[in-house]
C-alpha cells in the first residue's frame, strides 16, 4: 500500500512546464516566444513517466549504494562536518579544510590534484579504479563567511564537502563492485563567497570541468523545493564592480587646499539612493566602504567602495549597473575627486535541467525531507557563477537544513544540530542516488543531454528578445527661461 501511495505522490509532483518558473513578469512576456518552445521541450521530454520509472521501480543495486552513502555519513563524515563547522577558514585560506577532505578522498581510492587552475586552496580528486563511460562530477565547496565578530559558517558550507564526499565514495565504490563503466572527480571549488575572482569561472575556463557529463552539489536550504527548468540563478546575476576615488591631501584645518576622495564615496552612496526609486523594484544595489582614509586630520586621498549590483536578468542589469558608474562620475566631479570604476568579476544566469532537479526532488522527499514546497520553484543551476552551468548538465541538491536565515548564526549552529545533520544525510543519499541513476540509465543521461542541449540552444534567443523589453527614455535638453 505504501508503495502504490508513492507512485501517486511521484507521478502528480513532477515540477509544472518551464512558462511557470521564469523569475518576473517582464521575462514571462517579452520572452513569451522563447518560453513556449522551452515549454514544448519539456513536454516533449515526457518527464513524469521517466522519474517515475527511475525512482519507484524496486532496485536492490541502488538502495545498496544509498545504504553506502548513509553509512559513511553517520559513521565519518556528518563528524568531520561538524569539525569544519567549528574550525572556519574564509575564501582562499581554506588550507586546513582542503586537507581533511583530500586526505580522506586519497584514504578512498581518489588521486588528489591540488591547486587546479593557479588557486591554492581548489583541488580535484579523480577515482582510481575509474574506466572509460559517464564521468561523474562531484563539486564540494568549504569556505566560511567573513564576520565583523568572527568567521563563521553561516552557509553551511562546512558540510557540501563531506555530503559530496559521501556520494562520491559511495558511487565509485559501486562503479568498481558493479563493473559498471564510468568514473567519479570532485572538484574542490575555494572561495565561493568571495565574488572576486569567481572560482568556479576561473576552474572553467582553466578547463577544469572538461570532460565531466554531469556535475551535482549540495548547499543548505531554509525549505526543500524543487526549481523549475530555464534560464536563472541562486542570487540573480550580480556584478561585482570597485570604485577608487582619488582626491589630494590636506590638512583638515584647511580642508579646502586637497580634495577629499571619502566625500567622493559619500556622494556615490547618496547618489545611489536617489536612483533607486527609478529603477525596477527586483533591482538589488548593495556596497561597502572598504577604504575611507586613515587618519581624521588629514583628507582622505583615497577612498574606495564595493558593490554588488543585482538583477534576475542580465540585459536589464547592464542598464543599472550603467546607471551606477555614471553616478560614480557624477560623485567625483561633484567633489572634485576622480574615480576610476573596475568590473571585478561577474555572475550570470546557468541552465536549470528538470530532468535532474525533479529526480532528485522526489528523493529528497522519499528520504524524509521537512518543509516541502510542492511548487516548481525558479531557474535555480547547481552552482553561482553560472559559468559553468551553461556548459554543463549539473543539478543543485538542497534539502532543509536549517530554520536560520541565510548567512547568520543561527544556520551555523543548525550545521551542528538535528536540523542541519537530517538535511546533510537526506542531500548525500540524494545525490548518491541521481549520480547511480546517471551512470546506469541511458535513457536518463539521454533526456538530461536533450534538456540541456535544447535550453542551451534558446538562451541567446531569450536575451535578444529580453533586449526589446527595457527601452530607455528620451531625456530632451531643458528648454525655456
Given amino acids: 500500500m505504501r508503495f502504490a501511495c508513492f507512485v501517486t505522490t511521484v507521478v502528480l509532483l513532477v515540477a509544472p512546464p518551464a ?6 513578469a517582464t521575462e514571462k512576456s517579452a520572452a513569451a516566444d522563447v518560453i513556449r518552445r522551452m515549454d514544448e521541450l519539456e513536454r516533449s521530454l515526457a518527464l513524469r513517466p521517466l522519474v517515475a520509472r527511475l525512482t519507484v521501480a524496486r532496485d536492490a543495486r541502488r538502495d545498496a549504494v544509498i545504504a553506502r552513502a548513509k553509512e559513511l555519513m553517520d559513521r565519518e563524515l556528518l563528524a568531520m562536518a561538524d569539525d569544519i563547522t567549528r574550525h572556519p577558514e ?25 591547486g587546479v587552475a593557479g588557486l591554492k586552496t581548489a583541488f580535484v580528486a579523480r577515482y582510481r579504479k575509474g574506466t572509460p563511460g559517464p564521468n561523474l562530477g562531484v563539486i564540494v565547496e568549504y569556505d566560511a563567511l567573513r564576520g565583523t565578530s568572527r568567521d563563521f559558517h553561516g552557509d553551511q558550507h562546512s558540510a557540501q564537502g563531506p555530503v559530496g564526499l559521501a556520494a562520491a565514495v559511495a558511487v565509485g565504490e ?85 580634495r577629499d576622495a571619502l566625500m567622493g564615496v559619500i556622494e556615490l552612496f547618496n547618489h545611489i539612493d536617489g536612483l533607486r526609486k527609478t529603477v525596477r523594484p527586483e533591482t538589488k544595489i548593495q556596497g561597502i566602504i572598504t577604504e575611507g582614509g586613515k587618519a581624521p586630520n588629514v583628507v582622505p586621498d583615497r577612498a574606495a567602495a564595493e558593490f554588488w549590483i543585482r538583477y534576475p536578468d542580465p540585459v536589464y542589469l547592464a542598464q543599472v549597473t550603467d546607471r551606477v558608474n555614471d553616478a560614480a562620475r557624477g560623485a567625483a566631479l561633484a567633489t572634485g575627486t576622480k574615480v576610476r570604476i573596475d568590473l571585478d568579476s561577474s555572475s550570470r544566469n546557468g541552465i536549470s535541467v528538470a530532468a535532474l532537479n525533479d529526480v532528485a526532488f522526489v528523493y529528497m522527499k522519499r528520504f ?13 543551476p547547481y552552482e553561482e557563477t553560472g559559468s559553468v552551468a551553461t556548459q554543463i548538465p549539473g543539478v543543485g541538491v538542497t534539502a532543509h537544513s536549517s530554520n536560520g536565515g541565510y548567512h547568520t548564526f543561527e544556520m551555523e549552529a543548525d550545521a551542528l544540530g538535528e536540523v542541519g545533520h537530517r538535511g546533510f544525510l537526506i542531500d548525500a543519499q540524494t545525490m548518491t542516488a541521481v549520480l547511480y541513476h546517471f551512470a546506469t540509465d541511458a535513457p536518463y543521461r539521454a533526456a538530461v543531454k536533450r534538456e540541456f542541449d535544447g535550453l542551451k540552444g534558446l538562451y541567446g534567443e531569450y536575451l535578444a528578445a529580453l533586449r526589446t523589453a527595457y527601452p530607455l527614455p528620451t531625456v530632451p535638453e531643458p528648454t525655456g527661461n
Fill in 368 to 380: 524524509g525531507a521537512t518543509k516541502v514546497d510542492d511548487e516548481s520553484g525558479r531557474p535555480l
Fill in 174 to 258: 559501486f562503479l568498481t563492485s558493479s563493473k559498471t563503466p564510468g568514473t567519479v572527480t570532485v572538484y574542490g571549488t575555494p572561495a565561493e563567497e568571495l565574488a572576486s575572482p569567481a572560482a568556479k569561472t576561473l576552474m572553467q575556463n582553466a578547463g577544469v570541468f572538461k570532460g565531466a557529463d554531469v556535475l551535482i552539489r549540495s548547499h543548505s536550504s531554509t525549505a526543500t523545493q524543487a526549481p523549475g527548468p530555464g534560464f536563472g540563478s541562486c542570487c540573480m546575476n550580480i556584478n561585482v564592480v570597485h570604485y577608487v576615488f582619488s582626491g589630494a591631501p590636506a590638512h583638515q584645518h584647511q580642508a579646502w587646499d586637497g
Fill in 19 to 24: 512558462a511557470a518558473a521564469q523569475e518576473t
Fill in 90 to 114: 574564509t575564501g582562499w585560506k581554506e588550507e586546513r579544510s582542503v586537507k581533511i577532505l583530500t586526505d580522506y578522498l586519497t584514504a578512498h581510492g581518489f588521486d588528489v590534484e591540488p
